[in-house]
């Protein structure tokens, strides 16, 4: 049974460009969550997806997007990266109210 | 402002030397409190939920206990394969599962 899959595992990008992140979530999950992890820190949430639509969001800029498909996978979406934006992005997927499983996330490098 | 703090930041422990991690949050109507292991470059593990004041979680050497202002990660005669960063999260209030987590306590355990 696969857990939650991100890709890319690394990626670099220059300031100003577009970035994409996909999660395939766990199997029989529903619900994906996108967090933010600078180093040193705990995750902060970014936003959540359920049903193809957004449904919560944390405190980030409308840079940052997402999607959801009807598989349940999602995208996170980052444009005009700034050198602020370097850090592990995960992926957390859950079905109803039960705990979130991570994925190993993409780790993001702004130059 | 809804709050989750972690101490110690870091903690150094010899193998069997027992020891308590904590997590405290100023979180009111708190829906859970969860507990992840993190390995480096890894995303969290989930390791137990906390619903109420008085409950009890266990799981090998670890044992999770919770009050109605702070929750403890006891660690019994830990091995070195229990260092890892430990993250500490608490479920908001609120229709949807969002999550805010603590910045973590990094356990190192000797040999």
């Known amino acids: 049974d696969a857990g939650v899959t991100q890709s890319p595992t690394h990626l670099i990008k220059t300031r100003g460009q577009q970035v994409t992140l996909r999660c395939s979530p766990k199997s029989g999950h529903d619900t994906v969550s996108w967090y933010q992890q600078a180093l040193g820190q705990g995750p902060q949430f970014i936003f959540q997806y359920y049903e193809e639509e957004e449904r919560q969001r944390g405190n980030f800029p409308d840079r940052f997007s997402g999607h959801q498909f009807p598989n349940y996978s999602s995208e996170l979406n980052v444009n005009a990266l700034l050198l602020g934006d370097s850090a592990l992005y995960l992926c957390?997927?859950?079905?109803?109210?039960?705990?979130?499983?991570f994925g190993d996330g993409t780790r993001l490098s702004i130059l | 402002e809804d709050q989750v703090t972690q101490s110690p930041e870091a903690l150094r422990l010899q193998e069997g030397e027992s020891s308590s991690l904590n997590c405290s949050y100023t979180v009111s109507g708190l829906r859970g409190l969860f507990w992840y292991r993190q390995d480096p470059g890894k995303g969290p593990e989930f390791l137990f939920t906390l619903y109420s004041a008085g409950e009890e979680k266990e799981k090998e050497r670890l044992k999770a206990t919770l009050t109605k202002k702070e929750s403890f990660l006891h660690i019994t005669a830990p091995k070195p394969e229990d260092s890892a960063t430990y993250l500490c999260?608490?479920?908001?209030?609120?229709?949807?599962?969002?999550?805010?987590f603590g910045t973590g306590t990094k356990l190192q355990v000797i040999p």
């Open positions: 999260a608490v479920h908001l209030p609120g229709g949807y599962q969002k999550v805010t």
């Open positions: 957390a997927s859950q079905r109803g109210n039960q705990p979130q499983h």
